[in-house]
């Protein structure tokens, strides 16, 4: 963006000197240098504004949701406080918000992958399955949105509504067809998903993975997830199997599920595998416990510091088995815990 500016600014000072050609040629050499300089200030000027508002680019609020899994996958419900260590970047963080929500409803985005490859193995059909699951299984408050892609990005086709007939009636006349825009969709989410009313939110993404059409790279994709607190489920509608072959085999079919598993893994969701109504129902019986079962702590980032990609962990008592949260944020430097901290703390 600033070296757009930055070419931009040297063309308009190119033609204000062309302007002002006549004069200019007619000038001794320091009234000549001079007046160059005071014609470039103005945009010399906006050219550095522009790059100090850049750099002090923050998230105003940090706000992490969390889930904790004890023995055999089960959601822990009852975590206190005191369990939970917040680190950014290995250091320990003072945190000023705690809650819980153990059954709050859902702000449900939906995100189907309507290219040709879709039309394959049934996986049209098996998207459909889990839209259908997924809604059998709502709870009074949730509501639902229904976005597609195939070659370009997201479309809306149903916005956040607490009708479920709406999406279902609408996932009958996706088509699959075209080439896949994988990454360009996946990027316009986050922010689409704010318009849910709800304070919990998930990105439902069904898709084979497959991406040859995006303008984005995968790069620049997973620089666009970076701190997202919204956890994107990814459901491949492939044969559960499929995984086993992720470490012996590199072929497209396993760097498509790869690629799903990241994006789940970055935003604190998860990746599922199958194409099966009893797969499928289970996947989302496990979504629906992850997001029902829910805790946010929170934090207020210092405004010190260079604003950069900080990484976010949690340190959690001994029986918690597994914990989903999001990789981080972008921001300044976070308050970490002081002695005075950990002494209001005990």
């Given at each position: 963006?600033?070296?757009?500016?930055?070419?931009?600014?040297?063309?308009?000072?190119?033609?204000?000197?062309?302007?002002?050609?006549?004069?200019?040629?007619?000038?001794?050499?320091?009234?000549?240098?001079?007046?160059?300089?005071?014609?470039?200030?103005?945009?010399?000027?906006?050219?550095?504004?522009?790059?100090?508002?850049?750099?002090?680019?923050?998230?105003?609020?940090?706000?992490?949701?969390?889930?904790?899994?004890?023995?055999?996958?089960?959601?822990?419900?009852?975590?206190?406080?005191?369990?939970?260590?917040?680190?950014?970047?290995?250091?320990?963080?003072?945190?000023?918000?705690?809650?819980?929500?153990?059954?709050?409803?859902?702000?449900?985005?939906?995100?189907?992958?309507?290219?040709?490859?879709?039309?394959?193995?049934?996986?049209?059909?098996?998207?459909?399955?889990?839209?259908?699951?997924?809604?059998?299984?709502?709870?009074?408050?949730?509501?639902?949105?229904?976005?597609v892609f195939d070659n370009t990005e997201a479309h809306?086709?149903?916005?956040?509504?607490?009708?479920?007939?709406?999406?279902?009636?609408?996932?009958?006349?996706?088509?699959?067809?075209?080439?896949?825009?994988?990454?360009?969709?996946?990027?316009?989410?986050?922010?689409?998903?704010?318009?849910?009313?709800?304070?919990?939110?998930?990105?439902?993404?069904?898709?084979?993975?497959?991406?040859?059409?995006?303008?984005?790279?995968?790069?620049?994709?997973?620089?666009?997830?970076?701190?997202?607190?919204?956890?994107?489920?990814?459901?491949?509608?492939?044969?559960?199997?499929?995984?086993?072959?992720?470490?012996?085999?590199?072929?497209?079919?396993?760097?498509?599920?790869?690629?799903?598993?990241?994006?789940?893994?970055?935003?604190?969701?998860?990746?599922?595998?199958?194409?099966?109504?009893?797969?499928?129902?289970?996947?989302?019986?496990?979504?629906?416990?992850?997001?029902?079962?829910?805790?946010?702590?929170?934090?207020?980032?210092?405004?010190?510091?260079?604003?950069?990609?900080?990484?976010?962990?949690?340190?959690?008592?001994?029986?918690?088995?597994?914990?989903?949260?999001?990789?981080?944020?972008?921001?300044?430097?976070?308050?970490?815990?002081?002695?005075?901290?950990?002494?209001?703390?005990?």
């Amino acid at each position: 963006m600033i070296q757009t500016s930055s070419r931009s600014n040297a063309a308009e000072v190119a033609e204000i000197g062309n302007s002002a050609g006549s004069v200019i040629c007619s000038m001794p050499h320091r009234r000549l240098v001079f007046l160059l300089l005071v014609l470039a200030a103005p945009f010399l000027f906006a050219q550095e504004s522009l790059q100090h508002v850049e750099e002090n680019v923050s998230v105003g609020y940090v706000m992490v949701p969390f889930t904790v899994l004890g023995g055999h996958g089960a959601p822990i419900t009852d975590l206190a406080s005191a369990e939970v260590d917040l680190l950014v970047d290995g250091v320990p963080v003072k945190s000023d918000m705690f809650e819980k929500s153990m059954d709050a409803p859902v702000s449900f985005t939906i995100l189907i992958d309507g290219s040709g490859s879709m039309a394959l193995a049934g996986k049209m059909e098996a998207a459909r399955a889990a839209v259908e699951a997924l809604i059998a299984r709502r709870k009074q408050g949730d509501d639902f949105s229904l976005f597609v892609f195939d070659n370009t990005e997201a479309h809306e086709l149903v916005p956040f509504t607490d009708n479920p007939q709406a999406v279902l009636t609408a996932m009958y006349t996706i088509k699959p067809w075209g080439k896949t825009a994988f990454f360009d969709a996946v990027s316009t989410m986050p922010e689409r998903s704010r318009l849910g009313r709800n304070a919990t939110r998930a990105i439902i993404l069904l898709s084979d993975g497959i991406d040859n059409a995006s303008r984005l790279t995968r790069d620049q994709l997973s620089k666009t997830l970076e701190g997202l607190a919204i956890p994107i489920y990814s459901l491949g509608l492939r044969e559960a199997s499929e995984a086993k072959l992720l470490k012996s085999q590199t072929a497209e079919a396993s760097s498509d599920i790869a690629l799903l598993e990241d994006v789940a893994t970055q935003t604190g969701g998860r990746l599922f595998l199958g194409n099966r109504p009893e797969q499928l129902g289970k996947a989302v019986d496990r979504i629906e416990n992850d997001l029902r079962a829910q805790y946010l702590i929170g934090f207020t980032p210092t405004g010190k510091g260079a604003v950069k990609y900080r990484r976010i962990s949690l340190k959690v008592a001994g029986r918690v088995q597994a914990v989903r949260v999001r990789a981080g944020y972008r921001g300044t430097e976070p308050p970490v815990v002081t002695k005075a901290n950990e002494r209001k703390r005990s």
